[in-house]
């Protein structure tokens, strides 16, 4: 068979199925158009799982002579020359897009730009352009996109379910909408109004509104010449899969594994297995450092030096995560979960909704119709036990033997924790030391500290710390809170180089491939901070010269070779710190108060005073809450004085 040219038509038709996959990359592309295009207002129907579909903006608009023009291929007023391709400005830049649109369905194109008498209207039948007429309109495009894929039976049948395709129209506008917090969003399905996002002032205020989750937190770190911004929920409000997850990069949405990684990475011990954060994160650097033009749907790209944008970004969150400002200066906590939200009850049937975690109670009452009501103020002095016998009187609940009354904690070295290393078969500690028990001398409080104020009430279960706090009982899990107090002293004396460092007589060789040693070697003098001092034995070996004394030489090359992995996979890995702060965990958690051991009042306000000296304290080391909150009005509502 001899070689022959496509025809325009065939042409099109194979560039519309790399463009338009499915309806939502249709929406996609014609909203980016409409921002192109300077709008400050977007309106988008679809129907009949987005095989109608009408995007109605406020921007410049066209003229007649443009008109029939936008519909051919390669033809576009954002790029002129190849250079161009690395100082974009704009969104679209192919010249693809509304020609592979209406390839493959009945499109109607209406525009009219500021000063027109009138608008023009071409419409083409798929990709048979008819002849232009002048109509009625107002400033601005609209795009009317009718029957897609009737002339392609086979792209037909793969279309998925209508509420499928729906959800994914209306998560694509979640991020357009995301992305642009200065322009007006109105979503119809059906003809029923799902969405109305009014502009916003600033993108953590676009975020609350779309996320419909209050407060939400910023952050921002530099890593050379990439820089990123990140809002995000605290680790109490979590999802339940990695779709709240929001990625952009040049203020595109994109899909990427390894930026993926790093928003994880920054809530290292902060999320139990299952949970997800939701935060929306988004990348700058200069366009000559960033390559967009690597998809038809411009949904990938490629970074100059991924680890400097994975680095930026787990930077930007872990940042502002360490600090913990879901804890207020006045010592309150915020609201530590969200039943519904502020734009009405969660859609559960929508796969990238959130979900509350139960990880603490709302600290607002809701009337019957559905309305948050102000928790009412308690009088203090009602709420205080002042009888020294209150004290003294534990009600036990567990038969529990104990050699003595004090209660187990490490020293913060990593010579005293013998005995937490017999429970971990990978890891390999000094002989036996003698283990410190918890005192009961005073700890220096933290000014303004939350934990602190707290007002010990007594013990439950041998378990938990019953507290009060202004407005409701807080309940404390003592062994969650004594292990994150050991774990932040044992992860900061790593860190701070308070460790015994093994130097090897000869080098551990580890073998991988040649491209995992370059990775590693680039980050040769970081992975010297953590006390691992490497070198190059060859061009597929590395040689370990020295690694903390804690650590045995058969899991090291595991980590090690999985750290390159993620270098070269993701541009970025701290394999090694979770090594170290698993290895950790498990020494914190074998060596402090356990559940079922009795504490004294004066433990209990020292322990809570420690708390307050670490940020996270709110969660263990492996993501469990450490503390539930119990409001006074449920309280009075429970006992009938309150309705």
């Known amino acids: 068979m001899s070689i022959q040219v496509l025809s325009p038509e065939v042409v099109d038709q ?44 406020n921007g410049k608009g066209m003229s007649p002579e443009d008109l029939p023009k936008a519909l051919d ?60 007429d ?72 676009r975020a609350e509104q779309i996320l419909e989750i209050k407060p939400l937190f910023v952050g921002e770190a530099s890593r050379e010449y990439v820089k990123a911004y990140a809002v ?15 990625l952009f990069a040049q203020n595109r949405w994109i899909q990427d594994r390894s930026l993926q990684a790093a928003v994880n990475e920054a809530y290292r011990s902060l999320l139990m297995h299952g949970e997800f954060p939701i935060a929306a994160v988004w990348v700058e650097t200069d366009p000559e450092y960033i390559d967009v033009n690597i998809h038809p749907t411009k949904s990938q790209v490629k970074f100059h030096d991924p680890s400097l944008a994975f680095r930026a970004v787990a930077g930007a969150l872990r940042g502002t995560l360490e600090k913990a400002p879901w804890i207020q200066q006045s010592g309150q906590l915020r609201s530590q979960a969200q039943f519904g939200s502020a734009g009405g009850a969660v859609d559960y049937s929508d796969p990238a909704a959130t979900y509350p975690s139960a990880k603490g109670l709302p600290n607002f009452a809701t009337s019957e119709n559905g309305a948050k009501v102000a928790q009412p103020e308690m009088p203090k002095e009602n709420l205080a036990f002042q009888d020294s016998t209150f004290k003294t009187t534990q009600f036990q609940k567990k038969d529990f033997s104990f050699p003595t009354t004090s209660v187990q904690q490490p020293q913060m070295s990593y010579q005293t924790l013998a005995e937490a290393a017999e429970s971990r078969q990978n890891f390999e500690m000094p002989a036996k030391a003698e283990v410190n028990s918890l005192n009961t001398e005073t700890v220096a409080p933290v000014s303004g500290g939350y934990w602190s104020s707290l007002e010990v009430l007594g013990q439950a279960n041998l378990t938990y710390i019953v507290t ?33 460092i093994q130097d090897f007589l000869f080098p551990l060789a580890i073998d991988m491939s040649p491209e995992k040693v370059e990775g590693l070697l680039l980050l040769a003098k970081d992975i010297e901070r953590l006390g691992v001092f490497i070198e190059a034995l060859g061009p597929g070996t590395v040689g370990v010269k020295a690694a903390p004394l804690f650590i045995k030489e058969s899991v090291l090359g595991k980590v090690l ?3 390159a992995t993620e270098v070269v996979d993701q541009g970025g890995s701290y394999s090694l710190e979770r090594a170290v702060g698993d290895i950790c965990a498990t020494m914190a958690c074998h060596s402090v108060v356990r559940a079922g051991q009795a504490l004294s009042i004066d433990q209990m306000k020292n322990l809570l005073r420690e708390m307050d000296h670490f940020p996270l304290s709110s969660f263990c080391p492996h993501g469990r809450p450490v503390s539930v909150e119990y409001p006074f009005y449920k309280l009075e509502k429970d006992f009938g004085r309150i309705v």
């Open 232 to 246: 995000f929920a605290d680790p109490h409000n979590v999802a339940k899969t990695a779709k709240n997850i929001w």
């Open 73 to 132: 291929r390669f033809a576009t007023s954002k790029i002129s020359k190849s250079d161009d391709l690395w100082s974009l400005k704009t969104f679209g830049f192919r010249g693809e897009a509304l020609a592979s649109i209406s390839s493959v369905s009945k499109m109607t194109l209406t525009t009219r730009r500021e000063g027109d008498e009138q608008a023009f209207q071409l419409v083409s039948l798929y990709g048979k352009k008819q002849p232009i």
């Open 561 to 563: 070779d999985r750290m």
């Open 468 to 500: 009060q706090h202004r407005d409701k009982m807080v309940f404390v899990d003592q062994h969650a809170a004594h292990e994150r107090v050991a774990y932040e002293k044992l992860m900061n004396a790593w860190k701070g180089g308070k460790i015994d």
């Open 14 to 57: 194979i560039a519309a199925g790399e463009v338009v996959e499915r309806p939502a990359h249709l929406v996609k592309e014609l909203v980016e158009n409409s921002i192109d295009a300077g709008a400050t207002r977007v309106h988008v129907e679809f129907f009949d799982g987005g095989r109608i579909v009408k995007v109605i903006d």
């Open 134 to 205: 002048r109509v009625g309109g107002s400033q601005g495009t609209t795009v009317l996109m009718e029957n897609l894929f009737e002339n392609m039976p086979a792209r037909l049948k793969f279309l998925k379910s209508d509420a499928a395709e729906h959800t994914a129209i209306k998560t694509t506008l979640k991020a357009m909408a995301l992305a642009h917090f200065d322009v007006e969003f109105r979503i119809q399905e059906n003809s029923k109004l799902v969405n109305f996002w009014p502009a916003c002032k600033d993108r953590k205020e």
